[in-house]
């Protein structure tokens, strides 16, 4: 069987020092995902949300008659709502399980991860969620290509919302088919394609609303669930961090040490280019951007990301307490580990199922096998969620971006659209399935790392500063982000990640983890330098259209307007 | 919209100063955001022992209290934002359409 490493790593997003994380990882048996006997309440609690939800699919399909229904639920989802389902794209199981496992096994730097991922939610509020909703329709290449050419600004949005939503997509299949194998005892291969099959059931029939519904209703299960957890830990230590800590400093083999930074950060440079592509990469990520035009207007975005940050935030501390706790409960407890013939077992590596279950198996200590089950279903309802919002991103991109306005330049009904737009989701979730399959064997570590990236340094630079900067041209916007999107994923694949891991090359040729750092200024100044030698007509023309596109984005005048039922 | 309501817009004193106080305000904001955030990684990477120090004789260390701080923070900065978008902001821009209707 196959290790689950790849879930956790894809989980961190992307490891700060990859080679410190193999090196937590190298212990005989970690990792490694046997199947499991069949998880009975699990399957039970889960076969009821999928019951659910196609319920709500049905009655969001009959519901689902313009184009506004299918790609932002009509603009009617309440902020609250909103916020929850923003949180939802984020608290994949991934960040659940794995960030709650790295706690377990280091401690402190779980905490670096959270962060990262949490710090770019004021930036998008700050910059630009007010702008985007005021700005656009269904997809951020609405907002991009405001006054710039259609044609090429959406093709390269088009482009960079695909290759974001395939790295990401490709992560997210290959973690739930070997955690699903793990958690309920199904074969990787059909754990798969029941994930691939919903999801293109929700987002075909369902569009934006049904998608919206699903996370929702996740997100308040998953919260549900890891609060329950959290303060299960909570009482058992009186309500004191100190009590909690100093238990999981005696018990847990690093000691003193996991509670202070470990080995994760020892290179700036790469710790600074991730935490920027975390950042950034936020503020780019189509599937999350689609959500600010399913809310009524600027102030909703607004409150939606007020919210979200709130339940982000609130998330990652009970992931840090859960992954305390498991240290806790589960390391003096031999029955949670691969004991060894001598009786001794490893409290790190050897712990039944691999480095993503301390919380799993926490469940179980706290709550018995029926809140075990509970967990078990929420995660795999977790990574449908999400899967469901990304397929939407990137049947959006190809139908309203690359076929109505590239290829139909603008002339296509808007029932065809829709067509096309669930015939696309029906194919990107068949693609998703095979790639799926494909890279059972794969380490996909480098995806998550690779879609921030990419999000930071094309999608973010060209929406930024077509919305902010006056001089941006369509010259520059385009050669800025092919610039952005090359280095980009070029650097990736220079990097250990691809190029040692991968490809099994000797060393790498690009010194560090994640490119951001380099790729994203490349696509600033490429925007900035591109335009400012644009001398054409055309390019005269778009400087004078940004005052009318000014005028919008900070006021509303003019914007499409969402309504409440 | 159009080319001669675009350009009364934007000569308006009330549009004018709503963009350049929120502006001012939201570029303030994220460049705080960034610096703590960057500040907080070269901490981790750089003061490791300082990280370490024990609060009050518990377990408790200086990284995880800063870690929570920033945490807490970021979603301070967010409310702070709100609360003065729900307010100043919404009444310039209310007070900018009001104006052009007239």
Redesign the interface.
């Known amino acids: 069987m196959k290790s689950l490493r790849p879930l956790a790593l894809a989980a961190a997003a992307m490891a700060l020092d990859a080679g410190q994380f193999v090196a937590h990882a190298a212990g005989p048996d970690l990792g490694t995902a046997e199947k499991q006997g069949v998880n009975v309440p699990a399957i039970v609690i889960f076969v009821i949300f999928v019951l659910g939800t196609l319920a709500i699919t049905y009655k969001a399909a009959m519901a689902t008659r313009s184009a506004s229904d299918f790609y932002a639920a009509g603009g009617s989802v309440s902020p609250f709502r909103n916020a929850l389902a923003i949180a939802g794209d984020y608290m994949s199981a991934a960040s659940f399980l794995g960030i709650s496992g790295l706690v377990f096994s280091s401690g ?1 730097d779980g ?2 991860y ?3 991922f ?2 770019g ?3 998008v ?3 630009i969620a ?1 702008r985007l909703r005021n700005l656009g329709k269904y997809t951020f290449a609405d907002v991009a290509s405001f006054r710039l050419d259609p044609t090429a600004i959406r093709s390269l949005s088009a482009v960079g919302t695909l290759i974001v939503v395939a790295f990401y997509l490709i992560a997210q299949m290959v973690g739930a088919g070997q955690l699903i194998q793990l958690l309920f005892g199904l074969d990787y291969l059909y754990a798969v394609v029941i994930v691939g099959l919903l999801m293109i059931v929700y987002v075909a029939f369902g569009g934006m609303k049904a998608t919206t519904w699903v996370q929702i209703i996740k997100a308040g299960l998953l919260l549900v669930g890891a609060t329950l957890m959290a303060l299960a830990v909570l009482v058992h230590f009186g309500f004191s ?2 009590a909690m ?2 238990s ?2 005696a018990v847990h083999p690093k000691g ?1 040490a996991i ?3 470990g080995g ?5 440079v790469s ?2 280019s991730l ?1 920027l592509a975390l ?1 950034f990469g936020t503020a780019g990520l189509p599937h999350i951007l689609m959500r600010f035009f399913t809310v009524a207007d600027a ?1 909703a975005a ?2 939606s ?2 919210y979200a ?2 339940l982000i ?1 609130y998330f ?2 009970l992931t840090f307490v859960i992954g305390f706790g498991a240290i806790s409960f589960l390391m003096p407890d031999p029955s949670y580990f691969k004991v060894g013939a001598d009786g001794h077992y490893n409290k790190i590596t050897d712990l039944l199922g691999g480095s993503n279950m301390p919380a799993v198996h926490l469940a179980n200590a706290v709550g018995g096998s029926v809140f075990l089950g509970f967990i078990s279903a929420v995660a795999f309802a977790t990574i449908l969620a999400v899967v469901a919002g990304l397929t939407l991103a990137g049947a959006s991109a190809v139908s309203h971006d690359f076929y109505a306005e590239v290829i139909a330049r603008g002339r296509v009904p808007e029932q065809k659209e829709v067509r096309i737009s669930k015939i696309s989701a029906l194919v990107i979730g068949l693609i998703a399935i095979y790639l799926g399959y494909v890279f059972q064997k794969q380490n996909v570590a480098f995806m998550v790392g690779l879609a921030f990236a990419v999000a930071a340094s094309c999608n973010f630079p060209v929406l930024l500063m077509s919305m902010m900067w006056r001089g941006t041209t369509t010259q520059g916007a385009l050669i800025g982000g092919v610039l952005g999107l090359a280095s980009a994923v070029a650097m990736v694949v220079l990097s250990k990640a691809v190029w040692v891991t991968t490809f099994g090359h000797p060393a790498a040729i690009f010194p560090y983890d994640n490119p951001a750092l380099f790729s994203m200024p490349l696509a600033f100044v490429g925007i900035w330098l591109f335009s400012r030698l644009d001398k054409s007509r055309r390019g005269a023309l778009e400087r004078a259209a940004f ?2 596109q ?3 984005s ?5 914007a499409v307007s969402g309504h409440i039922h | 919209m159009e080319d001669a309501s675009v350009q009364r817009i934007m000569r308006d004193p009330h549009f004018r100063e709503l963009v350049r106080r929120r502006s001012e305000f939201a570029w303030v904001l994220s460049a705080i955001m960034l610096a703590v955030y960057l500040g907080f990684i070269l901490l981790v990477a750089f003061a490791h022992n300082l990280m370490a120090i024990k609060i009050g004789g518990g377990e408790t260390s200086v990284g995880i209290l800063i870690g929570l701080a920033v945490i807490l923070l970021a979603f301070v900065l967010t409310g702070i934002y709100v609360s003065q978008a729900n307010s100043r902001f919404d009444d310039l821009t209310r007070d900018l359409k009001e104006g052009l209707e007239r």
């Open positions: 402190f905490l670096i959270s962060i990262g949490l710090v939610w004021p930036v509020l700050f910059l007010e961090p100190n800590f100093a999981a400093v003193e509670m202070a930074p994760f950060v020892s290179d700036p710790a600074i935490g950042m102030q607004r409150k990301v007020f940050t709130g935030g990652y501390i005052d009318a000014y005028v919008r900070e006021t509303g005048i003019g």
